[in-house]
């Protein structure tokens, strides 16, 4: 996609969530529903959207730790190396926060589900509005979506914006870890 017109996608986007809007975007696997993780209205349509329980909590994106550590209790050295390091797939690691994390964020946890993405559209996302919600562009029960047609299908107009782009190169969502190793998902 030419840069003028990703720069005027990623602008819409930004203005859709802005606005207190759900979008879809790519992630690494597959298309995300994202809002700004401090918009309970934006959340609870998302909930909506998913027919997802609030109790299960929300993954939020972020391009890097600095963008999300005040709201997390302290980590040590070796947590934020092993959050840090290279991996050969998307993860994302679940964090204790602190309790003045929304209860929409966390669900019924006292720890957050965070993902440092790498998929270049999300970081410039991110890089524009911070931290953002995001879940599998799918109602519970059914398939992530893996393309634009498939969120459409899903979605038809109940979405802010789609934001146009490719996937990063695999197949399924992130892994989930905690920071002693377990894996979740």
């Known amino acids: 996609m030419?840069?003028?017109?990703?720069?005027?996608?990623?602008?819409?986007?930004?203005?859709?969530?802005?606005?207190?809007?759900?979008?879809a975007y790519p992630t690494e696997g597959v298309w995300g529903l994202g809002c700004l993780w401090t918009d309970e209205a934006a959340i609870q349509e998302i909930l909506r959207l998913k027919q997802r329980p609030l109790e299960k909590?929300?993954?939020l994106l972020c391009s890097d730790l600095a963008?999300?550590?005040?709201?997390?209790?302290?980590?040590?050295?070796?947590?934020?190396?092993?959050i840090e390091q290279e991996h050969l797939h998307p993860v994302t690691w679940i964090l204790p926060c602190k309790s003045s994390v929304p209860i929409s964020v966390r669900g019924q946890h006292n720890s957050i589900a965070v993902r440092f993405s790498r998929h270049p559209?999300?970081?410039?996302?991110?890089?524009?509005?911070?931290?953002?919600?995001?879940?599998?562009?799918?109602?519970?029960?059914?398939?992530?979506a893996m393309s634009i047609q498939e969120v459409i299908d899903?979605?038809?107009?109940?979405?802010?914006?789609?934001?146009?782009?490719?996937?990063?190169?695999?197949?399924?969502?992130?892994?989930?870890?905690?920071l002693d190793g377990q894996r979740v998902r």
């Open 154 to 178: 899903y979605f038809q107009n109940q979405l802010g914006y789609i934001l146009p782009g490719e996937l990063g190169g695999y197949s399924k969502p992130s892994e989930i870890r905690t």
């Open 67 to 82: 963008d999300i550590e005040a709201f997390l209790l302290p980590l040590s050295e070796q947590d934020i190396a092993q």
């Open 2 to 23: 030419p840069d003028t017109l990703e720069k005027n996608h990623l602008q819409q986007a930004v203005a859709s969530l802005k606005s207190g809007g759900v979008i």
């Open 121 to 144: 559209l999300v970081q410039k996302l991110c890089a524009e509005v911070g931290p953002i919600i995001s879940t599998s562009a799918n109602p519970s029960g059914e398939g992530a």
């Open 57 to 59: 909590g929300m993954i």
